[in-house]
């Protein structure tokens, strides 16, 4: 018998690999599907990117790094985050460079949680979140935020889930899956309420890069009063469509971070040498890239908003953020793994059910608008007519 962890056997598949693995059955029997599940950008990385990583390779650059990852690198990060946040992390000692994000907010569970911990995880949200704490023994509290609240927090609301066993909070803005941003309001419930109870709080802003219309991003280290509580998480995955790279980041207090790099030092020891010469030549050089990315989603987004918003009882925000819409798709009476389902096998699209995402998810479907305009205009039509059966 094999004798796997319940730890591990607790944590199911993510429903956006189910829906993948569903729809490549039916592409084996032959049929065109369109992918709206994945949360990957479709561009190329930028060319000046790429032959920075390529020069590092003829250049030898193939060997171990510092764990903390590569001085020039380190420097850049803490450059970019003041510019940016007007915070200081020193770089020698409070930033490490991670395989993406994924890894970075790994580690800062592992680093912080004691079996029996709590984690409060605002939902929906990014799937890892509900996860990874439970390979940690730690228990997590879901507080949801309501579309009709438009996925704000209140320090009361915070208050109304606290619970002594809770060590951290997570936040990610702009959200995944919602595409919602935290105001100022928000974030400053959230600092107090972290402070009052001495919480720690991993700021996940993956995202920062693509925001729309007013949406402007913020992030809570605007409270510098907060900065020693917080763990910064950010990665060159989606501000440079560099999802295969595999390199992040995580800034945090010196003695936050000492515990982070142990645990990378176990998992992976430092980051792909050459990627990460390819992540100094995103930050340090020309950003219209990123702007040319995010001018696209933006007219993808107006696409998807209004075609969905054209198809009876589907009711779809416009998201401020990040490249996902969230619709509600409750009026149909299913579930949403039965919605998504539907979908693939009627339109030939995927999508992932909104149970996936934590509480507040079922009702929804996530769409992904990270692929090409034109794609996303067929797959409109075939949703369209697929959801005219349902009703
Ligand atoms: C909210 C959020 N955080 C972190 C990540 C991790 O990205 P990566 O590990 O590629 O940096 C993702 C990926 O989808 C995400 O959606």
Redesign the pocket.
């Known amino acids: 018998m094999v004798g796997i962890s319940s730890k591990v056997e607790s944590i199911p598949f993510s429903s956006i690999r189910r829906m993948s693995e569903l729809a490549s059955e039916l592409e084996k029997e032959g049929r065109h599907i369109i992918h709206l599940e994945l949360?990957r950008p479709d561009f190329d990385t930028p060319s000046h990117i790429k032959e920075a990583a390529i020069k590092a390779l003829m250049e030898g650059k193939v060997h171990y790094t510092s764990n903390y990852g590569i001085t020039e690198l380190r420097h850049a990060i803490a450059d970019k985050i003041r510019t940016t946040l007007g915070v200081e992390y020193d770089p020698a000692s409070e930033i490490i460079v991670t395989a993406?994000?994924?890894e970075a907010?790994y580690l800062a569970f592992a680093s912080l949680l004691e079996p029996g911990d709590k984690v409060m995880v605002l939902t929906p949200c990014?799937p890892n979140y509900l996860h990874v704490p439970k390979l940690m023994n730690a228990g997590v509290i879901e507080v949801e935020l309501r579309q009709e609240d438009d996925y704000q927090i209140t320090k009361r609301r915070l208050e109304e889930f606290y619970d002594p066993a809770v060590k951290l909070i997570v936040i990610?803005s702009p959200c995944?899956p919602t595409g919602g941003i935290l105001e100022t309001e928000s974030l400053e419930a959230l600092k107090e309420f972290a402070l009052e109870h001495s919480l720690y709080v991993i700021s996940?802003e993956?995202y920062e890069a693509f925001t729309y219309d007013t949406g402007k991003h913020l992030s809570i280290l605007r409270f510098t009063e907060i900065k020693d509580r917080v763990i910064l998480v950010n990665?060159f995955?989606k501000t440079y469509s560099m999802?295969g790279w595999r390199v992040?980041y995580v800034a945090a207090e010196a003695m936050v971070a000492r515990a982070m790099v142990k645990v990378h030092q176990n998992l992976i020891a430092c980051s792909t040498s050459f990627a990460q010469a390819g992540a100094l030549a995103a930050l340090t050089g020309p950003q219209e890239c990123v702007q040319e990315m995010k001018k696209e989603y933006e007219r993808r987004m107006n696409l998807v908003v209004q075609g969905l918003n054209e198809i009876p009882v589907v009711r779809c925000n416009r998201p401020k953020g990040a490249f996902y819409v969230f619709p509600s798709v409750d009026a149909f009476g299913m579930e949403s793994s039965e919605v998504s389902e539907f979908l693939l096998r009627e339109a030939g699209v995927v999508t992932v059910p909104g149970s996936g995402f934590g509480k507040g998810g079922e009702g929804h479907i996530r769409i992904s608008y990270a692929a090409s305009y034109s794609d996303l205009e067929i797959a409109l039509e075939k949703i369209a007519i697929a959801f005219q059966k349902l009703r």
């Open positions: 949360g993406g994000g994924a907010i990014w990610n995944n996940d993956v990665s995955s999802t992040g």
